[in-house]
């Protein structure tokens, strides 16, 4: 079980080395995001109606199931993105030989000195990221990259906890995101395609309120 200390951040604000320690203390499935499938995520990605080939980058993907999910129905143009190389790590060796299929890049979206280079990309995904990111600055730099990266035509997913979840995960505190909140950090070039609150329930039974959104790029 992912427990407070296993997660405790460290005085100097360390995040690579709190969320590293966070992976080498559990296996990915008793980590308290910890999703058997990406249901919802999934979901989404098929009404973009992207092709297989598309690019999709993940973005703190962690030790997610994913991009198993992913790679299971034929999506053969991959990004796996986080600050941890431990949890990055994770995914290659649960993958084994499937792991070739995956560009992974350990890379921080506030401070991005790789994902900067990558051509356009066709979806942005992002399942429980962007609460962390509390400083206005975090965020701008977050939503800077995005729109640097997403293609004419592309889309965005976005699953937050909700107005009304957690005020911590991993012990951090969280900046907690509505739908209107969102259009209002992506702007006018981005339309909301689809939105929906989603109770998800952790791997020791706790209730996690989320809100997905899948935004189509209009213009750029």
């Not at 079980?1 to 604000?13: A, G, I, N, V």
């Not at 997610?64 to 999910?69: K, V």
């Given at each position: 079980?992912?427990?407070?200390?296993?997660?405790?951040?460290?005085?100097?604000?360390d995040y690579q080395q709190h969320w590293n320690t966070?992976?080498?203390?559990?296996?990915?499935?008793?980590?308290?995001?910890?999703e058997e499938h990406s249901t919802q995520t999934i979901q989404l990605i098929e009404k973009t109606n992207l092709p297989k080939n598309a690019l999709i980058l993940n973005v703190g993907v962690?030790?997610?199931?994913?991009?198993?999910?992913?790679?299971?129905?034929?999506?053969?143009?991959?990004?796996?993105?986080?600050?941890?190389?431990?949890?990055l790590e994770d995914v290659k060796i649960r993958l084994k030989e499937k792991a070739n299929d995956v560009t992974f890049?350990?890379?921080?979206?506030?401070?991005?000195?790789?994902?900067?280079s990558l051509e356009e990309v066709?979806?942005?995904?992002?399942?429980?990221?962007?609460?962390?990111?509390l400083k206005e600055e975090e965020q701008k730099a977050y939503f800077d990259l995005l729109k640097n990266k997403v293609a004419k035509d592309g889309f965005v997913i976005i699953a937050v906890f909700s107005k009304d979840g957690a005020e911590k995960c991993c012990g951090l505190p969280l900046q907690r995101y509505d739908v209107e909140m969102l259009k209002e950090k992506l702007g006018s070039d981005f339309e909301l395609q689809e939105s929906f609150d989603h109770v998800?329930?952790?791997?020791?039974?706790g209730e996690r309120p989320y809100v997905y959104t899948l935004f189509k790029r209009m213009h750029k």
């Open positions: 079980m992912t427990t407070q200390e296993d997660c405790k951040l460290p005085e100097q604000k966070a992976y080498n203390k559990n296996t990915t499935d008793k980590l308290g995001w910890y962690g030790s997610s199931i994913l991009i198993d999910d992913l790679l299971d129905k034929g999506y053969t143009n991959l990004i796996a993105n986080d600050l941890s190389e431990k949890a890049i350990v890379d921080d979206l506030t401070n991005s000195t790789k994902l900067t066709a979806l942005w995904n992002d399942r429980a990221v962007l609460h962390f990111f998800f329930i952790n791997p020791y039974g």
